[in-house]
């Protein structure tokens, strides 16, 4: 009888031993899940501010982060309002092609139905007119994380027109790309300055064959260095 209580008795504290250790585990995973699900919160909140209801950065309409642009606001529609780089780090600038005009290309980033628009637009003669501020996320790279982490600048022209790529508008777009990559540490080299065709899941060719990359990251070098 001795014999057969000591085996219960081991038997019961064996059962209590592996519940003790299944529960000890459910605790240890619990608050594991609920500090990733608070971490994971936190960081939608973090990127999320400007939903809270009272809550806006303060802004002044027309403000420039380009002294030499001309400020056109895009419609709210194609883009959305941010923090960056306080939630979002901007570590890309992405080249663009507009394949029509200057003003066509305001037109339709004015334009709530179109979904996309640039922060900024080069014209052939020079001219830099901003649109969306470096601080929010425009709709236009076509990939959510890219357009979270760049700043784009459309180029009046179209991509089979080299003719249209002119000497003003490559130096007036490597001024703006130097002065970009300055305020938030962009290296000036061709991964982080890249075109639109090399974004992840883009249907889009721009800029095309005929940009002169070499000869642009070479004045955006210069731009820097003065």
Known sequence: MGTKKTAGAKRSAGAKAEHGISRRGLLIGAAVTAVGTAALAREKLEHAWWRLPGVEKPRKPGELDYARAQWTAASPANWRRADRPADYAIDRVVIHVTQGSFRGAVRVFQDPGHGAAAHYVVRKDGHVTQMIRELDVAFHAGNKSYNERSVGI?????????????????????????????????????????????????????????????????????????
Request: with cysteine; charged share 25%.
């Open 154 to 226: 459309e180029h009046e022209g179209f991509v089979d027109r080299p003719q249209d790529f002119t000497a003003a508008m490559y130096e007036a777009s490597a001024r703006l790309s130097a002065a970009i990559c300055g305020r938030h540490r962009i290296p000036v080299d061709r991964t982080h300055i890249i075109g639109h065709v090399e974004v992840p899941g883009t249907d889009h060719t721009d800029p095309g064959p005929h940009w002169d990359w070499d000869r642009y990251i070479e004045l955006v070098r210069a731009a820097g260095a003065r």
